[in-house]
């Protein structure tokens, strides 16, 4: 049985900030951000906007009456969490008119949650193949202001649809999974910015994927050489070139033979936006799909997960002859082209402000544009 991801869409912020701004703000040589971070731009949530409504504008172009009714679960991944108890994705499913009978439940494993979703998602289709599962990577990465991690901010959501012989991607059946406990990322109750130590980060990031890709090797995957591209979790995107270090390493002929131009494709994307959390493998993922020349029918993709904490997974798929039909590329460089780039004090006020939606709003999205957002459709600015 084929399973895999039948479609899969995209959702950003309209508002962004430059990462050579804040370099300027900071003090410091804004080609640190520009290349040795290898980050352009951070998307801004608004007032008006958080994980909830980045995930709805996600799923909505991707339904209609046949997608609404074959929808069984609903899988919403993320480490911005808006409640402790109730699931984000029962607001998310009640904004895009799912069915009654269908079950909502939240993933939290930090940037990982989606991967185990997609997994989740995989097994229930082969259980149940004439239904289909929802699975929502949303999240906004917020660190401290002026520290180290505030250049690798961002907010955005993917969705993708995971059905039975799939128009986009097929996913293969090994796995390679590898976790740790380990204090590298995460943010405790009652903060809003996350505790991070970003060198033992990177380095237990290298060490998970060390250990999934021979976890997956052990698992019958594929050999490098069987594959076309790379996608790595991105926090930013200098991560997939270390990241590819490893298999420069550990693989050399193979990655010789792939080159940079395995994962340069899938970091277009996440240089535009940042750090999206549970949503960044798949933003290097789309890049890949939207922005490629090249036809990539039949070809593999390996790609790599990891949550920070730590849990990392190496899986692979095969992208589908006909892939193309189905792009949403043209909306998403739409979507890209037309944000609005906002100064710093705006950037500040929005990021780390005490201004988004309160629980009492989540009753009152409306839509404007084709998007939801909250409140009475005034945005709030800092001149109002
Ligand atoms: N021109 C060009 N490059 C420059 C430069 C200049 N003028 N100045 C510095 N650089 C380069 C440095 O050489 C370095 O490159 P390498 O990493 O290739 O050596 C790069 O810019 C970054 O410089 P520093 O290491 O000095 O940067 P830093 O100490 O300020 O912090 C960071 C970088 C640790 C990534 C920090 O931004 C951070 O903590 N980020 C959040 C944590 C994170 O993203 N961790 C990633 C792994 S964990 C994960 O993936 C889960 C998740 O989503 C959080």
């Given at each position: 049985m084929k399973i895999g991801i039948d479609d899969i869409g995209l959702s950003v912020p309209q508002h962004f900030f430059a990462l050579e701004e804040l370099a300027e703000r900071h003090g410091i040589d804004p080609q640190k951000y520009l290349v040795g971070i290898g980050q352009e731009f951070m998307a801004v949530p608004a007032p008006d906007e958080d994980i909830v409504t980045l995930a709805a504008n996600a799923a909505l172009p991707l339904l209609d009456d046949a997608s609404r009714a074959s929808i069984a679960t609903v899988i919403l991944a993320t480490e911005s969490g808006i409640d402790q108890s109730k699931a984000a994705g029962l607001f998310v499913h009640s904004l895009l008119g799912l069915r009654a009978d269908c079950r909502v439940v939240e993933f939290k494993q930090a940037c990982y949650g989606a991967t185990a979703g997609l997994q989740m998602a995989r097994a229930l289709v082969a259980q149940r193949p004439h239904e289909k599962v929802l699975v929502i990577a949303t999240d906004?990465?917020?660190?401290?202001?002026?520290?180290?991690?505030?250049?690798?901010?961002?907010?955005?959501?993917?969705?993708?649809?995971?059905?039975?012989?799939?128009?986009?991607?097929?996913?293969?059946?090994?796995?390679?999974?590898?976790?740790?406990?380990?204090?590298?990322?995460?943010?405790?109750?009652?903060?809003?910015?996350?505790?991070?130590?970003?060198?033992?980060?990177?380095?237990?990031?290298?060490?998970?994927?060390?250990?999934?890709?021979?976890?997956?090797?052990?698992?019958?995957?594929?050999?490098?050489?069987?594959?076309?591209?790379?996608?790595?979790?991105?926090?930013?995107?200098?991560?997939?070139?270390?990241?590819?270090?490893?298999?420069?390493?550990?693989?050399?002929?193979?990655?010789?033979?792939?080159?940079?131009?395995?994962?340069?494709?899938?970091?277009?994307?996440?240089k535009a936006i940042g750090n999206c959390y549970t949503a960044s493998l798949y933003i290097a993922l789309l890049s890949l799909l939207d922005n490629s020349d090249e036809d990539l029918t039949g070809r593999n993709i390996g790609l790599f997960s990891y949550g920070s904490g730590s849990v990392g997974e190496f899986f692979s798929a095969t992208v589908v002859p006909g892939y193309q039909a189905h792009s949403r590329r043209k909306a998403h460089a739409r979507m890209l082209a037309s944000r609005t780039r906002l100064g710093h004090e705006q950037y500040s006020t929005w990021f780390y402000g005490d201004n988004h939606p309160a629980v009492a709003d989540y009753s009152t999205p409306y839509v404007t544009g084709g998007a939801f957002r909250y409140g009475d459709g005034e945005l709030t600015t800092m001149s109002d």
């Open positions: 906004i990465a917020r660190y401290e202001q002026n520290s180290e991690g505030e250049c690798t901010q961002g907010a955005g959501a993917v969705a993708m649809i995971v059905a039975e012989n799939p128009r986009l991607l097929e996913l293969h059946p090994h796995q390679g999974r590898y976790s740790l406990d380990v204090s590298d990322f995460w943010r405790p109750n009652l903060r809003s910015t996350a505790l991070v130590d970003g060198k033992l980060s990177i380095e237990v990031y290298l060490e998970s994927l060390r250990n999934a890709w021979q976890s997956y090797r052990a698992d019958g995957g594929l050999g490098l050489e069987d594959m076309s591209f790379l996608c790595f979790h991105q926090p930013f995107t200098k991560m997939a070139k270390k990241a590819f270090s490893v298999f420069e390493a550990i693989e050399p002929e193979a990655a010789k033979a792939l080159g940079e131009k395995a994962y340069s494709t899938s970091q277009l994307y996440g």
